[in-house]
C-alpha cells in the first residue's frame, strides 16, 4: 500500500519568504504524485504532478516540486510567499501499478504573514 | 471543456434523516468518479471509486452508500445521518486511471 506522510499541519512564513512544504511517499512501485491546493470551502485544484521525467516539476502560482527517489521525497516550494498563497497543501501518492486511488496526506496549511 | 457539477454547496441535517448529494461531469465520457469526504484535520478519505455506470467500489464501511445511474453521474446516500457523517464531502473524476483528479466545490454537511 502506498502513502504519503506531509510534515507539519501548519506553517507559517513571511510575505517575500521561501515557502517549503513537505511531503513523504511510501510505495512499493514507482509512483505518480501530485500537489493540490485548497482555498477555504472550496474544492481542491491541482498545483503540480510527476509521473515520469524531469524530477523538477513546475506548477501554477509559481510553486514547483522535485521528485527525489532516493529520498522518497516530493516537497513542494515557492520562492516568494505572497498573501494569495495561504491555503491548505495537500500532497497525495497515485499507483502506476493500477488504478487511480488518490491518497492523500493530512494537509498543511500555509499561513502568509505581513 | 470538462466541468464539474456538485450540490449542494451546505447542507444542515437532523441526526437520522436520509441524505442525498449529487455530482455531474460534463464533458467528458466513461469518467472515474469519487467521493472523498473531508473532516478536520483528517485529511481526505477516499469514501467511494466508480470506473462506469453500476460499478461502485466502496472504500471504507460506513453507513453511506453511492449509485452511478448515469455515466456521467454520481450519487452519494444515506438512510440514516449520524452526527458523525458530519464534514466536507467532495465529489472527483479522473479520464483515466493514471491521471489526476479533478474536483467539484465540495458540499458542506452538518448533521445536527
Known amino acids: 500500500a502506498q502513502s504519503v506522510t506531509q510534515l507539519g499541519s501548519h506553517v507559517s512564513v513571511s510575505e517575500g519568504a521561501l515557502v517549503l512544504l513537505r511531503c513523504n511517499y511510501s510505495?512499493?512501485?514507482?509512483?505518480?504524485l501530485f500537489w493540490y491546493v485548497q482555498y477555504p470551502n472550496q474544492g481542491l485544484q491541482l498545483l503540480l504532478k510527476?509521473?515520469?521525467?524531469?524530477?523538477l516539476v513546475k506548477g501554477i502560482n509559481g510553486f514547483e516540486a522535485e521528485f527525489k527517489k532516493s529520498e522518497t521525497s516530493f516537497h513542494l516550494t515557492k520562492p516568494s510567499a505572497h498573501m494569495s498563497d495561504a491555503a491548505e497543501y495537500f500532497c497525495a501518492i497515485a499507483p502506476t501499478g493500477g488504478g487511480n486511488k488518490l491518497t492523500f496526506g493530512t494537509g498543511t496549511q500555509l499561513k502568509v504573514e505581513l | 471543456s470538462q466541468t464539474i457539477h456538485q450540490w449542494p454547496a451546505t447542507l444542515v441535517q437532523p441526526v437520522g434523516s436520509p441524505l442525498s448529494l449529487e455530482c455531474t461531469v460534463e464533458?467528458?465520457?466513461?469518467?472515474?468518479l469519487y467521493w472523498y469526504r473531508q473532516a478536520a484535520g483528517r485529511g481526505l478519505q477516499l469514501l467511494f471509486y466508480?470506473?462506469?455506470?453500476?460499478?461502485i467500489s466502496s472504500e471504507v464501511p460506513q453507513n453511506l452508500s453511492a449509485s452511478r445511474p448515469q455515466d456521467r453521474q454520481f450519487i452519494l446516500s444515506s438512510k440514516k445521518l449520524l452526527l458523525s457523517d458530519s464534514g466536507f464531502y467532495l465529489c472527483?473524476?479522473?479520464?483515466?486511471?493514471?491521471?489526476?483528479?479533478?474536483f467539484g466545490q465540495g458540499t458542506r454537511l452538518t448533521v445536527v
Open positions: 466508480s470506473v462506469g455506470i453500476g460499478q
Open positions: 464533458g467528458t465520457s466513461n469518467p472515474n
Open positions: 510505495s512499493s512501485v514507482p509512483p505518480y
Open positions: 510527476y509521473t515520469t521525467g524531469a524530477t
Open positions: 472527483a473524476w479522473s479520464p483515466t486511471i493514471y491521471t489526476e483528479a479533478f
